[in-house]
């Protein structure tokens, strides 16, 4: 299975650019990248996922290097609202299915 | 289009009760999953469904059963109560296979005393 690692927790300021970076050395050739937000009292959201290089939307960016060893969660210019936990996950398939590993996350803390 | 429901949203039990806890999705998803949150933790997969009809073990299915209803329908049973299965529960879905992102209900808080 494709362990991840990634800070227990961050601090931010308002309109500041946020990157968290989640490492996962045993990635498997066919694994997906994901990254998912969760607020209290709530189930987590997906953000954005990706393969390799970089993915955009509107929310975030994930960069991924060649090695897909590591990669980085960019959220530009964050706010409050932003305060949550972040989960990088690596997708894990058996038979064809997904079965999502989740770590502890990172708690991303933005003050005013 | 309500996406993901979970009932109740709250429960307490003593221990060596049993109960049921409800998932259901209006996203024609094929795969739906359960999982459990302890305070401060990641969440772990308790078991998963790939399609209607199949059931599969995921990394803490010990205590629970399930059962895929139809395919909207994903089933979380505890048949004997426990105080360690006090947590925050979660129902998923997805659309199947490799990758897919998943949408989450908003959770079942269970209190085992």
């Known amino acids: 299975l494709a362990k991840t690692t990634q800070p227990i927790s961050m601090d931010s300021y308002e309109g500041q650019e946020v990157n968290i970076t989640c490492s996962h050395n045993?990635?498997?050739?066919?694994?997906?990248i994901t990254w998912y937000q969760q607020f209290p009292s709530q189930g987590p959201r997906f953000i954005i996922q990706g393969y390799k290089t970089k993915v955009t939307n509107e929310v975030a960016s994930l960069f991924i290097p060649a090695d897909r060893k590591s990669s980085t969660l960019s959220l530009p210019r964050v706010s409050l609202s932003d305060t949550a936990v972040y989960y990088c996950?690596?997708?894990?398939?058996?038979?064809?299915?997904?079965?999502?590993?989740f770590g502890a996350g990172t708690r991303l803390a933005v003050h005013p | 289009n309500a996406g993901v429901t979970q009932t109740p949203k709250f429960q307490v039990l003593k221990t060596g009760q049993s109960m049921t806890l409800q998932c259901a999705q209006d996203m024609n998803h094929n795969s739906m999953y359960w999982y459990r949150q302890d305070p401060g933790m990641g969440l772990r997969l308790i078991y998963y469904?790939?399609?209607?009809?199949?059931?599969d073990k995921g990394e803490v299915p010990n205590g629970y059963n399930v059962s895929r209803l139809n395919k909207r329908e994903f089933s979380l049973r505890l048949e004997s109560a426990a105080p360690s299965q006090t947590s925050v529960y979660f129902c998923?879905?997805?659309?199947?296979?490799?990758?897919?992102?998943?949408?989450f209900g908003p959770g079942t808080r269970l209190l085992v005393l």
């Open positions: 998923a879905s997805s659309v199947g296979g490799r990758g897919e992102t998943q949408y």
């Open positions: 045993n990635i498997a050739t066919n694994d997906y």
């Open positions: 996950l690596v997708g894990e398939a058996s038979g064809g299915y997904n079965k999502l590993i």
């Open positions: 469904s790939a399609s209607e009809g199949t059931t």
